[in-house]
């Protein structure tokens, strides 16, 4: 499967910003899909999955009740809605797609498909 990420950019500190994950060339209802991100100069890092229905979702403790993970199956379609943007949130944004993991996982060793990343820089 391919994966396309957009809606990145530059937002003040306290903004929303709607990133979407364009899945293609595969049957997006067997993906389970994550988030993860990258930081200047640091490991890259969970943010979210859900699982293939949509059904189960987990957050890293750090976007816990500002950032919301959902799809559309129809659409194969992930997005990753984030809300009260903070500085610390600055990263580049990737989705990928695991198809062979039973469980969900938030460890990116787990996925086997990588989109390209989408910069999100939250200015102070």
């Known amino acids: 499967v391919q994966l396309q990420a957009s809606g990145g950019g530059l937002v003040q500190a306290g903004g929303s910003l709607r990133l979407s994950c364009a899945a293609s060339g595969g049957t997006f209802i067997n993906y389970i899909m994550g988030w993860f991100r990258q930081a200047p100069g640091k490991e890259r890092e969970f943010v979210a999955f859900i699982s293939r229905s949509g059904s189960n979702t987990r957050y890293a403790d750090s976007v816990k009740g500002r950032f919301t993970v959902s799809r559309d199956n129809a659409k194969n379609m992930v997005y990753l809605q984030m809300n009260s943007l903070k500085p610390e949130d600055t990263a580049v944004y990737y989705c990928?797609?695991?198809?062979?993991?039973?469980?969900?996982?938030?460890?990116?060793?787990?996925?086997?498909?990588w989109g390209q990343g989408t910069l999100v820089t939250v200015s102070s």
């Open positions: 990928a797609a695991d198809r062979a993991t039973f469980i969900p996982s938030t460890v990116d060793n787990q996925y086997d498909y």
